[in-house]
């Protein structure tokens, strides 16, 4: 009776060790696909995911607050310049994943700070019924979306919270090849066409997805979703060029679930995970996630030169000169 006993504490507590299984995430994904993919890793590991949606500033910013008391052990997601400007603060810590080798390098950085789950290039959305109303056409390219016609019917991002919108920043910095005062200026003329800007870089496509606002800035694989949910979006990439999100995944310095979220952190590098993610319109760059699914190639659009390093070094003095001559306006 009394090894009856035991055995059958031994199985009790054996369970209540499994079901205290868990990892706390940040993530900057979408809250059905970040649903979608913590669930699947929950079913196969049994380890819970206690996930928090945060945007890419908010983010950054919460593990700067929280440093001295992290409250989470893993950030998945969120545009590759905050993860960079997380490294620069000392807030990530480095993982080398025996998954990392199916990422090239030119997608993960050189001492395993984080490593890029996929492509986002940025692009136009414009709902065709709203367009058909105001008599315009859907814009073609960056100077053509700062014309009268499209005065105050135009939403996008706030990029002191949005990583979107701050690679809308460093996107014009590239066509103006490195000139900020340029960059401000066409970035005032840009403030004429917006009605108002978000937190989320993903909020603007929404809105227009369902007629609140008739264009939108964001990323591709947001727009393309809406669209193929059914929202009378027509997409357009800008024809001077685009730049583009690696949108990626880093582990939080002294996070208190170390260990599963390092299994967190390679299981999304394995093949079921990256099944799931290539189902998102992105463009993945792991080289074993399935081609099958993408919509569009990186290498058939018209890129900007990105240097993300320099991106994520100037982000806060660049934000800072945007508050003050566009966001105080």
Known sequence: MKK????????????????????????TLEEPLAKALFDEFESETGIKVEWVRLSTGEATARMEAESQNPQA?????????????????????PYKSPLAKN?????????????????????????????KELGIEPPEGWFDIIDSKYTKIVRVANPGTSGTAYNVVTNIISLFGGNEDLTFEYLKKL?????????????????AAIGEIPIAIGYLHDL??????????EITIPKEGTGFELASMSLIKNGPDSLNAKKLYNWVLGEKAQSIIASWYVIPVSTIAPKDKVVVRIEDLKTVEQNYEWDAANKERLVERWNKEIGSK
């Open 103 to 131: 990422t090239p390098d030119k997608y993960r950085d050189s001492e395993a700070y984080w490593i890029g789950l996929y492509v986002g290039p940025l692009a136009f959305g414009t709902n065709t019924e709203r367009a």
């Open 4 to 27: 009856l006993f035991i055995m059958l504490f031994v199985v009790v507590l054996s369970f209540a060790v499994f079901a205290a299984e868990k990892v706390g995430a940040y993530t």
């Open 73 to 93: 052990s893993i950030w998945v997601g969120g545009v590759g310049l905050g993860h960079i400007e997380a490294k620069q603060k000392g807030l990530t810590t």
């Open 191 to 207: 403030d004429n066409s917006i009605d108002q800007y978000t937190k989320s870089g993903s909020a603007g496509g929404k809105s």
């Open 224 to 233: 393309v979703k809406l669209k193929k949910e059914g929202a009378p979006l």
